[in-house]
């Protein structure tokens, strides 16, 4: 319904995603407050989703829902913290430098 919605985009309200590599910032993008209830609350979406951020600076070598420390929610500072330092063997794409 419309009223639920709205509750979902009140708590979820203004969270962010940033991709770390190598302790830099690669990118921070704001997530709907939509986005953020559906990837909190189905794993499988927020696999995909995470894939979905990375895929422009390089390929995942590992499951990003089994690899510890890849993948920081945090409610209280409403961001998600994707850290590529992780996985152990991520390369940036070809071309892109830092």
Known sequence: ???????IE???????VKL??????LVTRSI????????VEEP????????GVISPYGRLQC????????????????HIIIDLDQDKDFELNQGFVL
Not at 1 to 7: D, G, S
Not at 32 to 39: F, H, L, Y
Not at 44 to 51: C, P, R
Not at 63 to 78: C, F, K, N, Q
């Open 1 to 7: 319904t419309w009223m639920a919605q709205k509750r």
């Open 63 to 78: 499951d990003p829902l089994e690899t510890p420390r890849l993948i920081r929610i945090s409610h209280t500072a409403a």
């Open 20 to 25: 770390m590599y190598r302790g830099n910032v």
């Open 10 to 16: 009140r708590k979820y309200k203004d969270w962010q």
């Open 44 to 51: 499988s979406d927020l696999a995909v989703y995470v894939k």
């Open 32 to 39: 709907s407050g939509r986005k953020v209830a559906q990837i």
